[in-house]
């Protein structure tokens, strides 16, 4: 059975652009892109799925009363479109634990650094990158982890390292984080839980080798 998916965005949506392009490329094999939610009518990642021809929502913080109510309206939400994965592409808005209680191991964040490095409450965006470049540090990348309640410390799945250079501006480094990690990570995360790769014990994710197909 193919697992459906749901992709939460909250800004432009190049990330949810790398997943449909793989989808179009058909390497997200088991797995299809069955809703985008944005935090915000103004994503620019809602034209990127009505592009796509996938149904876009909107469930936006400033609609509920408190963090906790406008998780519950998200859960309601992907219950009803009974989606199996949640993927938080550049989603900006704290989710409670509802979440990750419904869906166990099965949201799946970007982060733009090489975790448990510049992350955490408040290093999101280009703010990850001010704070790489402010502490020196001469690599840098992605993350692709699951969620679970503490901000940014769920199990990793993948990560990749591009070099600083001395010229770098946080758009420099953001721009090749995102072209030379993130846009490929997050379509090989995605594709390897659509595959029941990923075994989670703790803080460990195993990947496993590929099913061969029975005869
Ligand atoms: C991406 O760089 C993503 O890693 C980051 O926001 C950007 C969204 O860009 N996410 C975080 O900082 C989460 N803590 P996009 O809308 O173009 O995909």
Redesign the pocket.
């Known amino acids: 059975m193919s697992k459906r998916i749901a992709v939460l965005?909250?800004?432009?949506?190049?990330?949810?652009q790398a997943l449909i392009d793989a989808q179009g490329r058909g390497e997200i094999p088991g797995g299809e892109i069955v809703a985008v939610i944005a935090s915000t009518p103004e994503a620019y990642?809602l034209e990127r799925a009505k592009g796509a021809g996938i149904p876009g929502y909107v469930i936006a913080r400033s609609d509920y009363p408190s963090a906790q109510a406008v998780t519950q309206a998200l859960v309601e939400q992907l219950r009803d479109l009974d989606v199996h994965l949640v993927v938080l592409?550049?989603f900006?808005t704290i989710l409670t634990r509802e979440l990750f209680q419904a869906y166990e191991n099965a949201v799946i964040?970007?982060?733009?650094s090489l975790i448990p490095s510049f992350c955490g409450k408040g290093?999101?965006?280009l703010h990850?990158h001010e704070k790489a470049l402010e502490y020196g540090v001469k690599v840098s990348g992605?993350t692709v982890h699951f969620v679970t309640e503490e901000c940014?410390a769920g199990p990793i799945i993948l990560q990749k390292a591009v070099e600083v250079q001395p010229e770098d501006t946080p758009e420099t480094l953001?721009r090749r984080i995102?072209e030379q990690c993130?846009w490929k990570l997050l379509p090989q995360a995605v594709a390897l839980f659509c595959q029941d790769r990923l075994a989670v014990e703790g803080r460990i994710v195993t990947i496993l080798p590929p099913k061969t197909q029975a005869m």
């Open positions: 965005v909250s800004g432009g949506g190049t990330n949810l990642a592409a550049g900006m964040n970007i982060h733009p290093c999101y965006g990850v992605a940014d953001q995102m993130e």
